[in-house]
């Protein structure tokens, strides 16, 4: 029973890192007043280029980390490019945020399925990216599996939590998000751009969400798919209300989230009889209940999420 429950626990970490990696990126959108539900096809655009890179270039030993170093970048540089388009609709032509967020999620998700099919052709794996041991905690029993064996780009994921509580809460742009995304209107005349800052938002998180595509189909599954993100885009917007728009808050609810899923891949190993359609639909499920409560206290909300902001319209 022990090493069952150990199991599931090293697995939470590497499976949530996708999750935590788009559900801050989203939260920087919204904490700016950006409402973005396309996070599901920037992460589909960043699964794809990052698996691309390190399958074009071939298996190379030593030299494929290099590759999939690339994958990461050009997955990061592709969700800056669409977080930009997104902020040129939704900004500069004030369209419905959540109507072009579903645009931006269609394109994306059906942009890297008809690429993948025209370079790739059909499911082919990648070396991806090796586990790391920490030496010394590694050996730790039990907290040594849990925590300080997996790859590296887990562990860099866990550090940005930290580093993105610093920049949110410490810096003076992060206060220029919080004011453009409390009041627009005061942070104008204060001389904030609000625009700018909406829009380095967006590019943050962006970037964010093509990392945590690439994350999924070079560190995780090592291979893309057209199913590969399944949702995770939406989950990751959930989990920011989840988490009341703050950083640590975020990574619990990602850790719950994978500790469902993981504990639906490992209930067989129990001996319970369990259907197995409701064990995948529980993760989701728990999702669902957990906003029920939690949505009902929203005063951490940024006022002016999802409303656009015209310094030339007094409303």
Avoid at 74 to 88: D, E, H, K, R, T
Avoid at 156 to 179: C, D, E, N, Q
Wanted: hydrophobic letters at 50%; aromatic letters at 12%; charged letters at 10%.
């Amino acid at each position: 029973m022990i090493d069952v429950i150990a199991n599931m626990l090293s697995m939470c970490i590497p499976f949530s890192v996708a999750l935590l990696l788009a559900s801050i990126g989203e939260m920087f959108n919204q904490r700016a007043g950006i409402f973005n539900l396309g996070c599901e096809g920037i992460m589909a655009m960043g699964a794809f280029l990052g698996m691309l890179v390190p399958f074009l270039a071939g298996h190379g030993g030593q030299t494929s980390q290099v590759y999939n170093l690339l994958g990461f970048l050009a997955a990061g540089a592709a969700g800056i490019v669409l977080g930009i388009i997104f902020g040129v609709v939704t900004i500069n032509f004030r369209a419905p945020q959540g109507i072009a967020g579903i645009g931006l999620q269609m394109f994306g998700v059906g942009t890297a399925g008809t690429l993948f099919r025209h370079f790739v052709g059909g499911t082919q794996s990648i070396p991806g990216i090796p586990d790391v041991d920490i030496p010394l905690l590694s050996k730790i029993p039990f907290i040594g599996d849990v925590f300080f064996s997996h790859n590296l780009a887990a562990y860099l994921a866990y550090l940005f939590i930290p580093v993105s509580m610093y920049i949110l809460f410490k810096t003076p742009w992060g206060l220029r998000v919080r004011a453009v995304g409390t009041n627009p209107r005061a942070a104008d005349s204060m001389g904030i751009n609000v625009t700018r800052t909406r829009f380095e938002s967006l590019m943050i998180g962006g970037c964010l969400a093509g990392l945590a595509g690439a994350y999924l189909s070079i560190a995780q599954a090592k291979m893309f798919s057209d199913t590969l993100i399944s949702g995770r885009g939406f989950i990751a917007v959930a989990l920011v209300y989840f988490g009341h728009w703050h950083p640590l808050q975020i990574m619990g609810g990602a850790l719950l989230f994978t500790f469902a899923q993981t504990f639906q891949t490992q209930i067989q190993s129990f001996g319970i009889s369990f259907p197995y359609e409701l064990a995948v639909m529980l993760p989701y499920i728990l999702v669902i209940v957990v906003l029920s409560f939690t949505s009902r206290n929203q005063t951490t909300a940024p006022t002016a999420l999802g409303k656009p902001f015209n310094r030339e319209i007094r409303t």
